[in-house]
């Protein structure tokens, strides 16, 4: 049965999803879709008739917003889980340098074509360009960075941080809510958790008529495993956004050293309570571990590096690296060449 599953639930995955980046100067988001996102992030599957209720619009209009952002490459609505479990076990984020006469924003647009690539950011520091990417395995990780990126015109050098584990994630930013929000972690998942996820990683609003007629499997089932995925933190199905987008100015890479002693795994779960850090990976290379974080404001941002992580116990140094644009694409499930 595992390997029917799996068969079954990598048919959709060749359609790609819209790239969510930052439009300077773009149309801003009104009142009425800021809290649509938010009610989104909070849950992805909320009815329209209950976003009606909640928004205090029509159910035509909700629906008419819902497909609006979702048009515009604001959100995409969507499963948020371990990459493994759509077929990534090795991922990594790729530093950047440029030679004379490259663009950091064609070669952005460029590169985040690429199948392999789920988020480009345009960087201040060392790097003009931090790209991660997702491979099956080390081996397509490997002719990947050989192949695509060493050879690409316009690029001097790539620094390859490759990832020993993918710790935390959240992908929820709203304003005075991130402190309660609970992150997604990696777990071990059987072949019908792997399939009812990979479903809703294309489409987190698929019903679940729909999940249970491609897995073929009850309803029932469906509802009973979405229920165990999402309360255990296997998964969350929301709105996935560009933070800049939502008006995140102070967006960052935050690449940890540890101090003589320190302990990847403890620095990590440390970072984990911080409300504004919404991703965290223990890496090899130039640092130990790296986290993302999102802030408001550049004082936001100063103040959560200087009083907040620089005193986690273990911590040497760390190296920021702000956001200048950043395009980033939901993950789809990996699909076998061939497939």
């Known amino acids: ?25 773009g149309p801003a988001l009104d009142d009425v879709e800021r809290r649509l996102v938010a009610l989104l992030q909070d849950d992805g599957r909320t009815s329209y008739a209950e976003i009606s209720r909640r928004l205090g619009v029509t159910e035509r209009t909700a ?35 440029l030679g004379s006469g490259a663009t950091s924003e064609e070669l952005a647009a460029s590169i985040v074509t690429l199948p392999e690539v789920d988020y480009v950011a345009v960087t201040t520091g060392r790097f003009a360009l931090q790209v991660e990417v997702v491979c099956h395995d080390a081996a397509a990780l490997r002719t990947l960075v050989d192949t695509s990126f060493r050879l690409l015109p316009g690029v001097s050098g790539v620094d390859v941080l490759p990832y020993l584990r993918l710790h935390y994630q959240q992908a929820r930013f709203d304003r005075g809510r991130l402190e309660t929000d609970h992150g997604v972690r990696p777990m071990q998942l059987d072949a019908v958790d792997r399939s009812v996820v990979t479903q809703l990683a294309i489409d987190g609003r698929m019903p679940f008529s729909d999940v249970a007629a491609r897995l ?15 309360v255990s933190g296997v998964m969350k199905v929301m709105s996935i956004a560009n933070p800049l987008t939502l008006g995140y100015e102070a967006t960052a890479w935050v690449a940890v050293r540890l ?23 223990i890496t090899a290379g130039r640092c130990d ?10 004082e936001d941002l100063l103040s959560l590096v200087d009083d907040e992580i620089r005193s986690i116990d273990g911590v040497a140094d760390v190296d920021v690296s702000i956001y200048l644009d950043l395009l980033y694409k939901p993950l789809l499930p990996h699909q076998p060449a061939g497939g």
């Open 1 to 25: 049965m595992a390997a029917e599953l799996g068969d079954r639930a990598s048919g959709d995955a060749a359609h790609p999803l819209p790239v969510l980046r930052a439009a300077p100067g």
């Open 63 to 97: 629906r008419r917003k819902v497909a609006g952002l979702q048009s515009r490459g604001v959100v995409q609505i969507a499963a948020v889980t371990d990459p493994e479990v759509l077929g990534y076990s090795s991922m990594a984020l790729l530093g950047l340098t």
């Open 216 to 230: 073929g499997v009850s309803e029932t089932m469906v509802r009973q495993r979405f229920q165990r995925l999402t």
């Open 259 to 281: 101090a003589a002693g320190g302990r990847s795994l403890d620095v990590a779960e440390r970072l984990t309570a911080l409300p504004a850090v919404s991703y965290v990976a």
């Open 289 to 298: 571990v790296l986290a993302e974080v999102v802030c408001e404001h550049r």
